[in-house]
């Protein structure tokens, strides 16, 4: 599997729609598998991402129900919310980060170096800390928090951008995003929602466990 984020010359506007500026102008990906195979709730989650060099633009769009946000701070539990996650391994064998968001625009976000299962998390991971974020831009059509949940069907929207800057403090300088092949797979859960799910856009095998970048598929930076 591949996806490619398309250059463009000027970056969309986090606050601007689905379709509107460059955000029309990328492809779309599609999260289409679930875990298990037949789950009560699926909601409909798509994703468009666009960059310029500098910084990468992502906008999910999710027709959901059953949606719910108690996480409110930065760096709260926020997959066990109705939750849009976005991994990255920038450069192979240097790691990746989590982009764990959930519908009212609370992230959570760890740098993972060995993704292998420990009583405290993993073998070897960081905490991102709240400075480093500080260069991202983040829009949400929901506002944290959501309880209780909202039983109706609701389309949201998240929007954000990923300036290089927050990658390279982990893998080192980085001319350019132009022409780079990265590795990663899009995901939507809600583990703690009324109708947990857990959805995937690249397969992640018969067990549930989000976190296996040997699994993780080409992203494709156009130059």
């Known amino acids: 599997m591949q996806y490619t984020i398309r250059k463009v010359p000027t970056l969309p506007s986090v606050t601007e729609a689905w379709g509107g500026g460059a955000w029309g102008e990328a492809e779309t990906l599609c999260v289409e598998h679930f875990w298990p195979l037949e789950q009560p709730h ?79 998390g993993f073998e070897q991971y960081t905490h991102v800390p709240a400075e480093v974020v500080e260069c991202m831009q983040v829009h949400t059509s929901l506002v944290a928090p959501i309880d209780p949940e909202i039983t109706a069907p609701t389309t949201w929207t998240l929007s954000y951008t990923i300036p290089k800057r927050i990658f390279e403090t982990y893998v080192g300088e980085l001319p350019t995003l132009d022409g780079m092949e990265m590795r990663g797979n899009v995901y939507k859960c809600a583990d703690e929602s009324s109708h947990p799910h857990w959805g995937y856009w690249a397969d992640i095998g018969e067990e549930l466990n989000f976190h ?10 156009e130059g």
């Open 212 to 221: 296996q970048p040997d699994r993780f598929a080409s992203i494709v930076l």
């Open 42 to 120: 699926e909601p409909k989650t798509a994703v468009r991402m666009v960059h310029d060099g500098e910084c990468i633009a992502v906008m999910f769009r999710v027709e959901d129900q059953y949606v719910v946000a108690r996480g409110t701070q930065y760096q709260d539990r926020t997959h066990k919310d109705s939750c849009a996650e976005f991994f990255i391994e920038p450069v192979a064998g240097k790691g990746y980060l989590n982009f764990e968001f959930n519908c009212g625009g609370v992230l959570l976000l760890t740098y993972i170096e060995d993704a292998t299962r420990t009583e405290d």
